[in-house]
């Protein structure tokens, strides 16, 4: 375990959000001191942390005991020293996480204070959830900020693809509440995880998600409150997913629920013999001052229809959102994990998980994607995991001398 922070500059590959949540999560895990710096430094915005980077951040400081440096809106560089770890962690034992919040015993809250994506808050804080919680009963984690927002997992997504896949792969319950309490001038709203941790010593098994069968059907959801809007995008799916040859195709939602009055979130949603989830989605926001280009959404929604038949046609078994969600978890199942998508190599996001998992964990990835996890178990730390060692060393030794 090493005792200066593990150093990984924010600009590496996809130099997004995407480095600083896996790292957290896994420096949270590990118990391993990380110094992220030049943050986001590949963003047009000027980098640095946003409120939904912040807020996630401050939580699993709260979690775990950590000392940290430079937890600030627009902070550049960020060193995180969870309790009992490498790096001179914040004090305390390390052997377990803080869940003593406002709901009670292994219950707690995240509130981004923006419209942030709550969907990626809760990725930073999943693998925690899961590996680092063991102990009786589910968690109940709210997550209150933005739930259907540009660049970032969707509620439906979140529903329709990630759980789903979430579950194949072999994690334990989880399941989320519809949005709720949404405030339509602000579109924040806010969603109950209920997330089932590994039991202390449980690993997760290796899994492979390489054969995809045949399309089953194809759901499509539209969400505008614009009547005419969805009637539009939802004709022109229909038209171009029948062109493209996609049989059994169910419309799921036409209304948009709670969505902004301003937006149009389109999702398509492929499942397969084999229960492969992969999508595709657009989003895109509309003017309140003028009539919607009816045309320009038709365009929206056939290159939609485009976008999911490209994934399917190039091999993938997941989206390439998908991939890059499932990297963590490949890398501390205990085993050999593979995972198909359409990508030679994986996007940039996928590309730079693995990056932080090898630094992280130690883990390799071969060409093909494939990693022989770290076979992390529930409630350890490196710190634990040395201890193992070193008594099994000891019993070896024992019965060598006998």
């Not at 593990?6 to 949270?28: C, I, K, M, Y």
Request: charged share 20%; aromatic share 4%; hydrophobic share 40%.
């Amino acid at each position: 375990m090493p005792k200066r922070p593990v150093h990984l500059p924010g600009t590496t590959l996809e130099g997004g959000g995407q480095l600083l949540r896996n790292a957290l999560a896994l420096s949270s895990l590990t118990r391993t001191a990380v110094h992220i710096s030049s943050i986001r430094g590949n963003r047009r915005d000027g980098g640095g942390l946003k409120a939904q980077h912040l807020s996630g951040l401050l939580w699993l400081a709260q979690a775990t005991g950590a000392a940290v440096e430079g937890a600030a809106r627009k902070s550049k560089a960020v060193i995180f020293r969870p309790a009992g770890g490498g790096g001179g962690g914040g004090g305390g034992s390390g052997s377990g996480l803080n869940l003593e919040m406002e709901l009670g015993a292994r219950a707690g809250r995240i509130d981004i204070g923006s419209a942030g994506s709550v969907f990626l808050v809760f990725q930073a804080v999943l693998p925690v959830l899961v590996f680092g919680c063991p102990g009786q009963g589910p968690i109940s984690l709210t997550v209150s900020g933005g739930t259907t927002t540009s660049h970032a997992p969707s509620y439906e997504y979140a529903r329709q693809v990630l759980l789903p896949t979430l579950a194949r792969i072999g994690l334990p319950p989880i399941t989320l509440s519809p949005p709720a309490k949404h405030n339509p001038a602000t579109g924040l709203a806010e969603v109950t995880f209920t997330v089932t941790p590994l039991a202390e010593g449980a690993t997760l098994p290796a899994f492979d998600i390489a054969s995809r069968g045949e399309v089953e059907r194809v759901d499509v959801t539209v969400e505008a409150r614009s009547p005419d809007v969805r009637g539009a995008v939802m004709e022109t799916l229909y038209q171009d997913l029948q062109t493209l040859g996609f049989p059994d195709i169910q419309a799921l939602d036409r209304r948009g629920g709670d969505g902004d009055e301003n937006t149009l979130h389109i999702l398509l949603t492929l499942h397969t013999t084999t229960s492969c989830t992969l999508a595709a989605s657009a989003f895109q926001t509309l003017s309140s001052k003028r009539p919607p280009n009816i045309s320009a959404l038709r365009h929206l929604a056939s290159a939609t229809a485009k976008a999911l038949w490209r994934e399917w046609d190039r091999g993938a078994c997941v989206d390439r959102h998908m991939q890059d969600q499932l990297v963590v978890f490949q890398a501390l199942a205990a085993g050999r994990c593979s995972v198909v998508a359409a990508e030679e190599g994986g996007s940039l996001h996928t590309q730079t998980a693995r990056w932080v998992a090898a630094r992280m964990l130690g883990v390799e990835w071969d060409g093909r994607g494939e990693c022989e996890g770290a076979g992390w178990r529930g409630g350890e730390t490196w710190a634990s995991r040395k201890d193992n060692w070193d008594a099994l060393a000891d019993e070896v030794e024992e019965l060598e001398i006998s």
